[in-house]
């Protein structure tokens, strides 16, 4: 029987060469994480969902938490607060029925801006819609709103709501850009008109480097309710205009009745 001993030397050289490897995974471990953390951070902030920075609201008012009360025609202002520009900008425009029976067209500085016809019952829990259409251009949008609340913020809850989107803007950036809405009316309604904005910030690692990357550029930025304009025919006094759209609305319907009387 022989008794094998294994030389010291060969016990260090075997210790070496594995410290080297171990020390080799940890720095190809800690470069993996490096290169990929950046991008995974990005992408969740920038690809995969929407952020309300978008504001599209009456010139000189200031946020209430609600949509903001103006009247008929709309001195309004749009710009955005977070990360810029925006790029591709649409207007999201929902309207109840009694204004939708009455529409001729709606104009933007003197222009036709959408008509009748841009207009589509709501017969969904979310608008707009998720995927693009080609035919229009529209790209889709990771930015939705459920229909139940926007009947909730302009009292419509139980009845019809139309809604229409149309490109409106290259790009905005955080200084406001400043524009007149107009509804036409073929006749006398009670006009609700709940304006909101879509757009796309771009710089997005997940689609710059093609990870799982969306073969178009939805929106992800949009305007949230407070961030939004409610056009209704006329208010009382200027300190409506930034009113809650409850106490607004209820003083505007008060003061209706009083004048028929």
Same mark, same amino acid.
């Given at each position: ?49 929407c952020?309300h920075?978008? !504001?599209? @609201?009456?010139?000189?008012?200031t $946020?209430?938490g ?6 008929n &025609? %709309?001195? #309004?202002m ?12 649409w207007?999201?425009?929902?309207i ?24 589509q ?12 259409d ?13 229909v ?7 009292k419509?809850k139980?009845?019809?709501i ?6 409106f803007? !290259?790009q @905005?950036?955080?200084?406001?850009? $400043? ?8 006749? &006398? %309604?009670n #006009?609700?008109?709940?304006?909101l904005a ?10 710059q ?6 073969p178009?550029?939805p929106?992800n930025?949009?305007s ?14 200027l ?23």
């Amino acid at each position: 029987m022989h008794l094998y001993i294994q030389p010291k030397t060969q016990n260090l050289w075997d210790e070496k060469v594995r410290r080297t490897f171990l020390l080799m995974m940890l720095l190809l471990s800690s470069l993996i994480l490096i290169l990929v953390s950046p991008v995974a951070a990005e992408s969740q902030i920038d690809c995969s969902g929407c952020r309300h920075t978008i !504001q599209v @609201i009456p010139v000189g008012s200031t $946020k209430t938490g609600e949509p903001i009360v103006t009247e008929n &025609p %709309a001195n #309004l202002m749009i710009f955005h607060t977070g990360n810029g520009p925006i790029k591709n900008v649409w207007l999201l425009i929902v309207i109840n029925e009694p204004t939708y029976n009455a529409l001729n067209k709606i104009t933007i500085n003197d222009t036709d801006f959408m008509i009748k016809d841009d207009f589509q019952l709501v017969t969904t829990k979310k608008i707009p819609p998720l995927g693009p259409d080609p035919a229009t251009g529209y790209p889709g949008s990771l930015c939705l709103y459920n229909v139940a609340a926007i009947k909730d913020k302009i009292k419509e809850k139980g009845n019809n709501i139309y809604y229409g989107v149309k490109f409106f803007l !290259q790009q @905005i950036t955080k200084t406001p850009t $400043k524009f007149t809405l107009v509804v036409e009316l073929n006749s &006398p %309604a009670n #006009l609700k008109a709940l304006v909101l904005a879509l757009g796309r910030y771009d710089l997005c690692y997940k689609c710059q480097y093609g990870i799982d990357c969306l073969p178009y550029k939805p929106f992800n930025a949009c305007s949230s309710f407070s961030k939004s304009t409610l056009v209704v025919p006329e208010i009382a006094t200027l300190a409506l205009t930034a009113a809650p759209f409850g106490g607004a609305i209820g003083f505007y319907a008060i003061k209706r009745r009083k004048i028929r009387q």
